[in-house]
C-alpha cells in the first residue's frame, strides 16, 4: 500500500490551503509548509502525518452531504467511514466507490464528486513513497539504541550528560524492554537535560522538567532514600489518600511520573523530527499536537508553546547550540540525538506502564476507602 505525501494533480501546492474546519485544525493540518501538508495511506486509513491518530474520513451516513469530508479521532481500528480505496490515480471513499475525493475548483477545499467517466486532474492525486512515519521501536532497534549509546564519548554535545545517564539508569532485562529504573541517575538524567534545554532555550528545561523532578526527589525522601522507582511509586502511593484515591495527589510521585512521561514523549517525538530534518518551530509543533496536546487546557497549552518558542527556531541553529563550548560537529550531535530519542522512548514506554498500574491500584484502595465509610470502619 502507498505511503507518503499525496496532492491533486492540477495544483499541488495548494493542497495544503485545505480548511476543514475544528476537528482539522486540532489535528495540526491546516499549515501550508512541511508535515503539515503530508498524509499517510497505510492499510486503506489516510493519515495526516503530523498527528496520526487523525483519519480522514466522510461522515458516517455516507457522502451524500454535500460531499463532505472530515478529520476524525479513530484508535487503531478504523471503520469504513475512514477507509479508502486507491484505484487509477484516485482515492475512493470504501463507503461508496462512486464517490472520489476531490479538490475544489477554487481550491478552498476537498469534497466527495461523483464522475461520470474517469475522474479529471482534480480527482486524481500522486503519492510519494515514504518511510519516515512515526513508528514503535522493535526489539531490535532498542537493542542498536543501547549499543549505539555506548558510542557517544562523554566529551561529546551537552546531550552527552543525559544519553549516559539515562543508559546507567535504565534496567534492561533480555528483551532489551526496560523492567525497573535506578533512581539516582534517572534524576541525574533529569537535571542533566534541564541544563541542556534552559542552555539552548531561556528556562525551557527549567519549565518542563524541574518540577516534576524536584517531586520526585521529595517521594525519595518521604520513603527512605529508596533506589527503585517501580517500587519508589508503590511506596508512595498512600499521599494520594489526601484526595480519597480518588485521582492522584499534586505533590505524589504518582502525578510526577505521569507528566514527566508526557513531556519526555513530546520531546522524543520533537527530536526525532529534527532528526529527520524538520525545522525546530514545525518539530516542536507536530510533537506537541501528537502527545501534549489532547492533555492541556487552553492557557496551559499558551504556556508550553510559549516556553518551546525560546528553542532556536532553524534547525542548523539548534543543532549548532547542541555541540556545547566545543565543536564537536553536527555528526555528533545527530548520533546523541537518535540516542537520546531511543532511550527516552524506552524510559517513556515504561513510566507510562507504571501509571496503568498505579490507576488500577488507586481504584482499588478508593473502593476499600468507600467501603470502610459505608461500615463506620474509616
Not at 86 to 93: A, E, M, P
Not at 259 to 288: C, I, K, N, P, V
Request: with cysteine.
Amino acid at each position: 500500500m502507498a505511503e507518503g505525501a499525496a496532492w491533486s494533480r492540477e495544483q499541488a501546492d495548494n493542497s495544503s490551503q485545505w480548511h476543514p474546519g475544528q476537528a482539522a485544525e486540532e489535528a495540526g493540518a491546516c499549515r501550508e509548509d512541511g508535515i503539515f501538508g503530508q498524509w499517510d495511506l497505510h492499510e486503506n486509513v489516510l493519515r495526516s502525518r503530523v498527528n496520526p491518530n487523525f483519519v480522514l474520513s466522510v461522515p458516517p451516513d455516507g457522502c451524500s452531504f454535500y460531499g463532505q469530508v472530515q478529520m476524525w479521532e479513530y484508535g487503531d481500528k478504523v471503520d469504513d467511514s475512514g477507509q479508502w480505496i486507491w484505484s487509477g490515480n484516485s482515492l475512493r471513499s470504501k463507503v461508496n466507490a462512486g464517490f472520489v475525493l476531490a479538490a475544489r475548483r477554487d481550491f478552498w477545499g476537498l469534497h466527495m464528486w461523483s464522475y461520470d467517466g474517469l475522474p479529471d486532474e482534480y480527482g486524481q492525486w500522486e503519492m510519494e513513497d515514504s518511510l519516515d512515519m512515526p513508528r514503535q521501536l522493535s526489539g531490535d532497534s532498542r537493542k542498536d539504541s543501547l549499543d549505539m549509546s555506548r558510542q557517544i564519548s562523554e566529551t561529546g554535545g551537552i546531550l552527552s550528560p543525559v544519553v549516559s545517564l539515562l543508559k546507567s539508569a535504565l534496567v534492561m532485562n533480555g528483551e532489551s524492554v526496560v523492567s525497573d529504573i535506578k533512581n539516582e541517575p534517572f534524576l541525574r538524567a533529569m537535571e542533566s537535560l534541564v541544563f541542556a534545554l534552559d542552555r539552548i532555550g531561556w528556562h525551557v528545561g527549567t519549565a518542563l522538567f524541574e518540577m516534576d523532578t524536584d517531586k520526585l526527589r521529595r517521594s525519595i525522601a518521604r520513603n527512605s532514600g529508596t533506589t527503585s522507582y517501580s517500587q519508589l511509586l508503590l511506596s508512595d502511593l498512600a499521599v494520594n489518600a489526601a484526595t480519597g484515591y480518588q485521582e492522584y495527589a499534586d505533590d505524589s510521585s504518582a502525578i510526577a511520573n505521569l507528566w514527566l512521561a508526557r513531556r519526555l514523549d513530546f520531546l522524543a517525538q520533537m527530536f526525532s523530527l529534527l532528526q529527520e530534518g524538520h525545522d525546530t518551530s514545525e518539530s516542536a509543533d507536530a510533537a506537541y499536537a501528537r502527545t501534549m496536546q489532547s492533555h492541556c487546557t487552553f492557557i496551559q497549552r499558551q504556556a508550553f508553546l510559549l516556553f518551546v518558542a525560546q528553542l532556536p527556531a532553524q534547525r542548523q541553529e539548534l543543532l549548532k547550540q547542541l555541540q556545547g563550548d566545543v565543536p564537536v560537529g553536527i555528526s555528533v550531535v545527530l548520533l546523541e540525538l537518535a540516542a537520546c530519542v531511543d532511550l527516552v522512548r524506552l524510559t517513556v514506554a515504561f513510566c507510562f506502564e507504571q501509571d496503568r498500574g498505579l490507576e488500577g491500584r488507586l481504584r482499588s484502595r478508593s473502593e476499600q476507602m468507600e467501603m470502610d465509610e459505608g461500615y463506620g470502619r474509616a
